[in-house]
């Protein structure tokens, strides 16, 4: 049976737990994550010029321009590691992006994108951001139980951080912005082939859930057999 590729498209506020899932389902389905927030924030730890001018945009909680972020994931789709599909998580987040995405997913013979919508209410997304630290070497993401200045990484023993975005001020501007965005942008993507998720459910359930869907949800194109890569774990 020839291999399918998948594009995962994970729709939903920040905190609704996209990048643990995310990377659940990059180990399972063996396509890489790309979030775009994550290679913001790269970037703009790296000093580049892509770096420089997001990082006043992003420490404010409001988007980037289209263009740019158009450019940024064109780039990256482009890529060999992604001829299997990826999952995408943080973009789109306008409906000028999504129209983009579809554009360049018809250019690069990749099927149309399963959506997931991560469903969470306002009050759990503030708990958990106020929660949330990373890891600034592998950007893993915990969920620290009080504050504690002092928690490390498992993986590489790193002291974790707070993201600058998850202050207070800036949690409240990106759910503003989020709830006014994510409408037309569900709205775009309700025909389609989409589905909404419970996030307010363990790590597990979510996980389990993702993976019914996805075995539900038959991708359209097939890979060429020279990029073939195991994607068994869908079939
Ligand atoms: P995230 O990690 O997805 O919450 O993204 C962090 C920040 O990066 C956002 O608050 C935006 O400033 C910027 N960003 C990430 N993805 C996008 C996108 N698709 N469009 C515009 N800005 C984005």
Redesign the pocket.
Known sequence: MPKLASVIVFLGP?GAGKGTQAARLSATLGIPVI????M??QAAQSGSELGKA?EG??AS????S?DL?NEVVDERLRRSDCNSGCIL??????VS?ALSLEGLLDRLNLPEPVVLNFQLASDKIVERLSRRRQCPQCGASYSVKHHNNSARCERDGSLLTRRA?DNPETIRQ?LELYHSTSAALVDFYRSRNYHEIRASRTPSHVSRELTRILRGSRPVTAIPAVHQTVLSATA
Not at 61 to 64: I, N, P, R, S
Not at 89 to 94: L, W
């Open positions: 920040p979030s775009t927030g994550e913001l924030r997001v945009v992003m909680g409001h988007l980037v289209d972020i998580d943080g973009y789109p987040r306008t992006q975005d990106r």
